[in-house]
């Protein structure tokens, strides 16, 4: 009895669900990839008030830059109190002080990505006994 065909056969066999499983895990590397949600997208968003503009940048998706300008006529206060209400649980507040043209920035890191922004971000400014409320919306 010849025992070689069937050792063909098993060889075979063997190398076919070889190249089935190296074709299955490339498959699910490949599938993965896509599969990893959205891709980040810039945002840019930009407001103003009768005295105050302000603009967020996300240029990565872990990276926020903000810009509180005043823009408004007479002296510039020194310091004012910000709220930015882009997220009704998480409102981005605080102090802030103009010192080089009349500006004030925020640098926002994030650990991992950031959310995604809403379409228009609500705005509060007081200083000196007074307050605006407006809003940005992306551009």
């Known amino acids: 009895m010849n025992h070689y065909p069937l050792k063909n ?3 075979n066999i063997l190398l076919l669900n070889g190249f ?4 299955m ?5 490949t599938g993965a990839k896509s599969s990893s949600g959205p891709e980040f997208k810039k945002q840019y968003f ?3 008030s009768d005295n105050w503009s302000v603009k967020i ?4 998706d872990s990276y926020r830059h903000y810009t509180i300008s005043y823009i408004g006529k007479g002296n510039q206060p020194l310091n004012f ?3 930015i209400k882009a997220f009704s649980s998480n409102p981005n507040s605080g102090d802030g002080e103009l010192k ?4 004030f920035e925020i640098d926002e890191t994030c650990s991992g990505a950031c959310d995604d922004l809403p379409d228009s971000i609500p705005i509060q400014i007081q200083w000196g006994g007074k307050k605006e409320e407006f809003v940005i919306r992306e551009k």
Not at 20 to 23: A, E, K, M, W
Not at 100 to 103: A, L, S, T
């Open 20 to 23: 089935l499983i190296v074709l």
């Open 25 to 29: 895990i490339l498959g699910a590397c």
């Open 100 to 103: 080089n043209d009349n500006k």
């Open 9 to 11: 056969n098993i060889k």
């Open 46 to 48: 930009e407001g103003k």
């Open 81 to 83: 109190k910000y709220n």
């Open 57 to 60: 940048e996300s240029k990565t």
